[in-house]
T-cell receptor, first 117, second 116 residues
Framework: GAGVSQSPRYKVAKRGQDVALRCDPI?????LFWYQQALGQGPEFLTY????????KSGLPSDRFFAERPEGSVSTLKIQRTQQEDSAVYLC???????????????FGPGTRLTVT | AQKVTQAQTEISVVEKEDVTLDCVYE???????LFWYKQPPSGELVFLIR??????QNEISGRYSWNFQKSTSSFNFTITASQVVDSAVYFC?????????????FGKGTKLSVIP
């Protein structure tokens, strides 16, 4: 079946521009996650949705970052007034999110590489 | 606080050699989940394995095997008879679950290069 898809795959933004990154999770997956991966580092958690509810946004680095999942499926991560330090790969993951340990397995999309110039 | 340490930044081996990637974790949770992911040059994180803290049985899947030891808080990954296609960055991760949230804490990764 189809995996997690993300678009665009690459985005170049000038400092100060707003960007929107899209994630299409695996069909039927209740949970959706966003991670930020800087060059040479492991991914770092940004935010978590269960259906349309954003249950944890503790990892969002500033109030310029905003995520939504209005219908409990597709999610958008928006970054306002981009800064150079926002340059990174943004990864989306989804999981079943139901009872049972299998539901904790997160499946990742290919990521969006954001470069802020 | 959760923490995952992958002390090996880069490893190079010659094809067909065995290689072990180390992972040490810290958590206060009594029930927890550990994961390994592979990130090839294409960039997509590929799920390899999940291990529950209450199941210390080691696991083998083809050329891959995992050694989970609670006594030393380690979850090491061994590739037997390595192949060029194994070249990638490998991440160990620990699942935090609490206060209605689930998030993975990743190590910094180990870059494995398999030389033909």
């Amino acid at each position: 079946g189809a995996g997690v898809s993300q678009s665009p795959r690459y985005k170049v933004a000038k400092r100060g521009q707003d960007v929107a990154l899209r994630c299409d999770p695996i069909s039927g997956h209740v949970s959706l996650f966003w991670y930020q991966q800087a060059l040479g580092q492991g991914p770092e958690f940004l935010t978590y949705f269960q259906n349309e509810a954003q249950l944890d946004k503790s990892g969002l680095p500033s109030d310029r970052f905003f995520a939504e999942r209005p219908e409990g499926s597709v999610s958008t991560l928006k970054i306002q007034r981009t800064q150079q330090e926002d340059s990174a790969v943004y990864l989306c993951a989804s999981s079943l999110g139901l009872a049972g340990a299998d539901s904790y397995e997160q499946y990742f999309g290919p990521g969006t590489r954001l470069t802020v110039t | 606080a959760q923490k995952v340490t992958q002390a090996q930044t880069e490893i190079s081996v010659v094809e067909k050699e065995d290689v072990t990637l180390d992972c040490v974790y810290e958590t206060r949770d009594t029930t927890y989940y550990l994961f390994w992911y592979k990130q090839p040059p294409s960039g997509e994180l590929v799920f390899l394995i999940r291990r529950n803290s209450f199941d210390e049985q080691n696991e083998i899947s083809g050329r891959y095997s995992w050694n989970f030891q609670k006594s030393t808080s380690s979850f090491n990954f061994t590739i037997t008879a390595s192949q060029v296609v194994d070249s990638a960055v490998y991440f160990c991760a620990l699942l935090y679950s609490g206060a209605g949230s689930y998030q993975l804490t990743f190590g910094k990764g180990t870059k494995l290069s398999v030389i033909p």
